[in-house]
C-alpha cells in the first residue's frame, strides 16, 4: 500500500484558483468517503491552517463538523470576534466557543520561564479540548490543519507532529486532515478559493502560545493588555508598507523604566518593535521600516497604549536572535 503520508511526485503545485478549485472538490469527495454520516470534531484556532480545514470539511459535511474555539486571552485584537463572525455568521458552523480567558492566566500567573509557559499553555489547551470533546456525543473523527511541512518535519525527529497531540487516547478519534499534502503557499490559495477573508488567509505566522510569548518575562492582564493593543497599531501602520515584511509585531519585556508624564516621573514598559524577512524561517533578516512610519507608529503607541512610556526597534538577524523573543 503507498504511504499516505508522501505526496506524489506528479502532484501538481497549487498555485490557481482552478487547481484549488479541482483540489477542493477531490478532497470534498474524499471527506464525505471518509466520514459518511460520522461527526469531526475540529480545534478551530483562528489560524490558517486550521481556517481553511474548517472551510472545506463545512463544505463537505456542513453540520457534521463541529468547530471548538478556544479563546486562551493570548490571541491578537480582533481574533476570536473574527473566528466567531466568519465561520458561525457566515458559514454557519456548528461552534462551539470556549472562553478560557480566566483559566489560563490564572495558571500562568507569576511563571517566567518561556518553556515552562509553553509547557502549562499547551497542557491547558489540551485539557479544555479534552473536556468541550467528553460533552459531545458520537464524535468518531479529529480534523487537523497538518500540513506538509509538518509531515517532513517530523519525520526528521524535528518536531512532534500534532497539532492537537497528547488528547487522550480513550477519545480514539480517526484522523480527519485534508490539506496534509500542500505546502503553506498551497493552503492559501485554497483558503481564498474557499472564500476565506484576506486577513485570515495571508494571517502572519503566529505562535502557538500566541501573546504568551510577546509578553516577555510572568504575564501580568495589564502588561498582555499592552501587547495586544500595540501588536494592533504595528500591524496597522506596517501593513501600509509597499512591500509588507513576512512577520511584524510588538514584544513588551517586563523592564520599567523612567518616563514623564503630566510632569511626573511615570514608570513604563518600552514596546518592542519587530520586523523580519525570511524564506524558511531558518534565518531572518530584520526589515528597514521608513523613519517617518516609526514616528508614526511611536506616537500612536504613548497615546493609546496604557502603562508604556518607550518604543524601541529591534534590528536583531537571525542568527543570533530568533525571531520571536522567547
Same mark, same amino acid.
Given at each position: 500500500?503507498?504511504?499516505?503520508?508522501?505526496?506524489?511526485?506528479?502532484?501538481? #503545485?497549487?498555485?490557481?484558483?482552478?487547481?484549488?478549485?479541482?483540489?477542493?472538490?477531490?478532497?470534498?469527495?474524499? /471527506?464525505?468517503?471518509? +466520514?459518511?454520516?460520522?461527526? +469531526?470534531?475540529?480545534?478551530? !484556532?483562528?489560524?490558517?491552517?486550521? !481556517?481553511?480545514?474548517?472551510?472545506?470539511?463545512?463544505?463537505?459535511?456542513?453540520?457534521?463538523?463541529?468547530?471548538?474555539?478556544?479563546?486562551?486571552?493570548?490571541?491578537?485584537?480582533?481574533?476570536?470576534?473574527?473566528? &466567531?463572525?466568519?465561520?458561525? %455568521?457566515?458559514?454557519?458552523?456548528?461552534?462551539?466557543?470556549? %472562553?478560557?480567558?480566566?483559566?489560563?492566566?490564572?495558571?500562568?500567573?507569576?511563571?517566567? %520561564?518561556?518553556?515552562?509557559?509553553?509547557? &502549562?499553555?499547551?497542557?491547558?489547551?489540551?485539557?479544555?479540548?479534552?473536556?468541550?470533546?467528553?460533552?459531545?456525543? $458520537?464524535?468518531?473523527?479529529?480534523?487537523?490543519?497538518?500540513?506538509?511541512?509538518?509531515?517532513?518535519?517530523?519525520?526528521?525527529?524535528?518536531?512532534?507532529?500534532?497539532?492537537?497531540?497528547?488528547?487522550?487516547?480513550?477519545?480514539?478519534?480517526?484522523?480527519?486532515?485534508?490539506?496534509?499534502?500542500?505546502?503553506?503557499?498551497?493552503?492559501? +490559495?485554497?483558503?481564498?478559493?474557499? $472564500?476565506?477573508? %484576506?486577513?485570515?488567509?495571508?494571517?502572519?505566522?503566529?505562535?502557538?502560545?500566541?501573546?504568551? /510569548?510577546?509578553?516577555?518575562?510572568?504575564?501580568?492582564?495589564?502588561?498582555?493588555?499592552?501587547? #495586544?493593543?500595540?501588536?494592533?497599531?504595528?500591524?496597522?501602520? &506596517?501593513?501600509?508598507?509597499?512591500?509588507?515584511?513576512?512577520?511584524?509585531?510588538?514584544?513588551?519585556?517586563?523592564?520599567? !523604566?523612567?518616563?514623564?508624564?503630566?510632569?511626573?516621573?511615570?514608570?513604563?514598559?518600552?514596546?518592542?518593535?519587530?520586523?523580519?524577512?525570511?524564506?524558511?524561517? =531558518?534565518?531572518?533578516?530584520?526589515?528597514? &521600516?521608513?523613519?517617518?512610519?516609526?514616528?508614526?507608529?511611536?506616537?500612536?503607541?504613548?497615546?493609546? /497604549?496604557?502603562? +508604556?512610556?518607550? =518604543?524601541?526597534?529591534?534590528? !536583531?538577524?537571525?542568527?543570533?536572535?530568533?525571531?520571536?523573543?522567547?
Amino acid at each position: 500500500m503507498e504511504n499516505s503520508n508522501k505526496r506524489p511526485e506528479t502532484m501538481e #503545485r497549487i498555485t490557481t484558483p482552478e487547481l484549488a478549485q479541482a483540489f477542493i472538490e477531490e478532497q470534498v469527495k474524499a /471527506v464525505q468517503e471518509q +466520514v459518511g454520516d460520522g461527526k +469531526v470534531l475540529l480545534a478551530l !484556532s483562528g489560524g490558517v491552517d486550521s !481556517s481553511v480545514v474548517a472551510a472545506l470539511l463545512i463544505k463537505a459535511i456542513g453540520k457534521q463538523l463541529v468547530c471548538v474555539h478556544v479563546n486562551h486571552g493570548l490571541l491578537r485584537k480582533g481574533e476570536p470576534e473574527q473566528v &466567531i463572525s466568519v465561520f458561525k %455568521d457566515e458559514l454557519g458552523a456548528d461552534l462551539v466557543y470556549v %472562553d478560557a480567558v480566566d483559566r489560563f492566566l490564572d495558571k500562568l500567573a507569576g511563571v517566567s %520561564d518561556p518553556e515552562e509557559k509553553r509547557k &502549562i499553555i499547551g497542557n491547558e489547551f489540551i485539557d479544555v479540548f479534552a473536556e468541550e470533546a467528553g460533552k459531545l456525543e $458520537g464524535i468518531g473523527f479529529l480534523g487537523q490543519g497538518t500540513i506538509y511541512p509538518d509531515i517532513l518535519e517530523s519525520e526528521k525527529g524535528i518536531k512532534a507532529h500534532h497539532n492537537v497531540g497528547g488528547l487522550p487516547e480513550e477519545l480514539n478519534f480517526e484522523l480527519v486532515e485534508p490539506v496534509k499534502l500542500l505546502y503553506k503557499d498551497e493552503v492559501r +490559495v485554497v483558503g481564498k478559493a474557499l $472564500g476565506l477573508p %484576506d486577513n485570515m488567509v495571508y494571517r502572519q505566522p503566529f505562535p502557538g502560545p500566541g501573546l504568551g /510569548v510577546r509578553c516577555v518575562g510572568a504575564i501580568t492582564r495589564d502588561r498582555l493588555e499592552a501587547v #495586544r493593543e500595540a501588536d494592533a497599531i504595528v500591524r496597522e501602520e &506596517i501593513g501600509k508598507m509597499e512591500q509588507v515584511p513576512w512577520q511584524y509585531f510588538v514584544a513588551i519585556p517586563d523592564i520599567k !523604566s523612567t518616563g514623564i508624564k503630566d510632569d511626573k516621573r511615570y514608570m513604563g514598559w518600552a514596546a518592542v518593535i519587530r520586523a523580519i524577512n525570511t524564506v524558511d524561517a =531558518v534565518t531572518a533578516e530584520s526589515v528597514e &521600516i521608513p523613519w517617518e512610519m516609526l514616528k508614526t507608529i511611536r506616537d500612536r503607541i504613548i497615546a493609546e /497604549v496604557p502603562g +508604556v512610556n518607550r =518604543v524601541l526597534w529591534d534590528i !536583531s538577524d537571525k542568527p543570533t536572535s530568533t525571531i520571536e523573543w522567547e
